[in-house]
């Protein structure tokens, strides 16, 4: 038998259930990986030792009587946005540190009731605001990945880059991460792992710390593509305190993956082999659109026309949504607290804000309130709603045509801690192939495709109709086959 | 469209946040950049198109106007920096 944290998640969920290992030792081999790995990569904030095993006793009672879940048993990590009931929820900022919300996530209490295990909460960007996990007050993420000629630490992508890390670096078997411009996908990218964004209005957002409410889309992160259906399919669901949650049913997306896609019709966006593309990301998309091919689809070129104007849309749209969702952390109900001695009610937000937030959160509320203030609202925001209607007209256009559109998940690899911050703008480029599809709300994952020549992971985005998850998964499990991806991380644990 | 430190000052006062004077010119220099570079979104033609503020293609539902939940007064005020009688305290705001 394989050592524990060898097994995949579809593999250990078996197991538990013939009984060939038990919950808690499972849980006890990855909470043992995390002690190795995690003051060196950082990709937990907390660590949640006895809820875990308290959880893996109950799936061990459960599985002896026959009454196992979905998940039963199966260790996961959840990124430190999600509300956890009396367990510290940071959003990876100074404003929250200490935080003990007293009611639980729609999402996570979806895996708890299917008999998933918490290990911890994973490190994330400021309020998932981030595209490289340097921005949390609890310190940057280090990527479990190292280049063939570095010795520099590299970024595991943001903002859910400490769910990606624990994922690659086996910390556990899944994890959950959220998406608002990229956040699932490009780490998922950096990092080799899988990760989806689902549908907007697929999963509930009760719970999740606000970031851009129209945008944010929590998902699932896994080692490949079966477990992330798996879990993908768990999290999702109708949730009436939520009001843009979808009343849909959801379907088994672990059936979808049939391994057959005759006949499909996948789209290439001919709008994304922009200028000056890296060559090898080229290159690893040509490699892509030739498996699906020789799968049996029909490769078609599609025009996405304003797909140059998704990014700067989205940076209107998503601090202007920003500004006034953390216009709730005051010093007065949750969260820090700085009060200048004699000081007025007045003074005591500018302060506590000032002290609570970091830079690039700064930035973005800045930002946000100056394209929502007089005399700017028409020009900026009202301007870019209008762009976003033709952002979304563009993929419905595409869709008449094709039944997915195959693209890079990010334009290079993964880089140096460091790289990209001296420039907002140039940062905030990583996510230039996930925004237009956030913009639509339209279901994304990223499939680990092959390694650059430094030796570090690439991926490829699959993007599907709203609500066509199962189309998503089908082609990323036609692909992850054909790729046969099997590189792994310096930094992991070895079993 | 570039910001100078002036409008950094009204932002930040707009956005509740205190900004240092040292760092004013900084933030502005940053939001100029970034502001430039939305600046392209001008050539995109958007008359006649209409705004789009959600993807969700449900109408938002309503519910009966009943209570649902309460009494939970204890874990509202959990996580509060400063309570007190069941209530939340903040610095006095009238003389």
């Known amino acids: 038998m394989a050592a524990l944290t060898e097994l995949t998640l579809a593999e250990a969920r078996d197991a538990l259930k013939e009984r060939k290992i038990s919950a808690t030792e499972l849980t006890q081999a990855y909470l043992s990986a995390i002690d190795k790995l995690n003051p060196d990569l950082n990709a937990f904030i907390t660590v949640t030792r006895e809820q875990a095993l308290t959880a893996a006793k109950t799936s061990d009672e459960r599985i002896v009587k026959g009454e196992a879940r979905a998940l039963e048993g199966i260790p996961v990590a959840i990124k430190d946005l999600f509300c956890t009931k009396d367990v510290q929820t940071t959003a990876g900022s100074r404003m929250l540190e200490g935080f003990k919300p007293k009611y639980e996530s729609f999402v996570t209490s979806k895996l708890w009731d299917a008999g998933a295990a918490m290990l911890g909460k994973t490190n994330l960007d400021e309020f998932a605001m981030g595209s490289s996990n340097t921005t949390s007050y609890f310190g940057n993420v280090i990527s479990p990945w190292k280049a063939k000629d570095g010795a520099k630490d590299l970024v595991p992508g943001g903002s859910s880059g400490g769910s990606a890390a624990a994922v690659a670096a086996r910390m556990c078997l899944a994890a959950t991460g959220t998406d608002t411009g990229g956040s699932i996908r490009q780490p998922a990218a950096f990092c080799g792992v899988v990760g989806m964004k689902p549908t907007y209005g697929r999963c509930s957002r009760w719970g999740v710390v606000a970031f851009a409410s129209s945008l944010d889309q929590p998902g699932m992160f896994a080692r490949n593509v079966r477990d992330t259906a798996i879990t993908q399919t768990v999290i999702c669901g109708h949730d009436p305190k939520d009001s843009t949650s979808a009343p849909r049913a959801v379907p088994d997306f672990e059936k979808a993956l049939t391994g057959n896609i005759k006949g499909m019709k996948i789209g290439i966006p001919k709008e994304y082999r922009v200028d000056g593309i890296d060559r090898e990301i080229a290159a690893i998309w040509d490699k892509g659109i030739a498996w699906l091919k020789d799968a049996g689809a029909e490769i078609v070129e599609v ?193 | 469209m570039s910001i100078d430190a002036a409008t950094v000052t009204k932002i930040a006062r707009l956005a509740s946040i205190d900004v240092p004077e040292g760092e004013k010119e900084h933030f502005a220099k940053e939001l100029s950049g970034i502001l430039q570079w939305i600046e392209q979104l001008s050539e995109v033609n958007t008359d006649n198109v209409p705004q789009l503020s959600s993807v969700s293609d449900t109408t938002l539902p309503q519910r009966k106007d009943e209570v649902t939940d309460g009494h939970i007064r204890e874990d509202v005020l959990a996580n509060a920096p400063m309570s007190d009688y069941g209530c939340f305290v903040v610095p006095k705001v009238i003389e």
């Open chain 1, 303 to 495: 025009s996405l026309p304003h797909t140059k104007y998704a990014l700067p849309t989205y940076y209107i749209i998503a601090p202007a949504e920003a500004s006034s969702n953390l216009a709730r952390y005051d010093g007065v109900r949750y969260g820090l607290r700085v009060t200048p001695e004699h000081g007025s009610l007045a003074e005591m937000y500018r302060m506590t804000r000032a002290a609570g937030f970091g830079r690039e959160v700064k930035r973005r509320i800045l930002i946000g309130t100056y394209v929502l203030s007089a005399g700017y609202y028409d020009a900026y925001y009202k301007k870019a709603q209008r762009v976003r209607y033709l952002l979304v007209q563009d993929f419905k256009q595409a869709f008449e045509k094709v039944d997915a559109l195959l693209t890079p998940t990010a334009p290079s690899a993964a880089f140096a801690i460091g790289e990209n911050s001296d420039d907002p703008v140039k940062m905030y480029l990583n996510d230039i192939f996930t925004i237009p599809t956030s913009m639509a709300g339209l279901p994304g994952i990223s499939v680990p495709a092959g390694l650059s020549s430094t030796g570090l992971p690439l991926g490829l985005q699959i993007i599907g109709r709203a609500f066509d998850e199962e189309t998503v998964f089908r082609v990323a499990g036609v692909m992850e086959e054909a790729a046969q991806f099997r590189a792994q991380p310096q930094r992991m644990e070895q079993g």
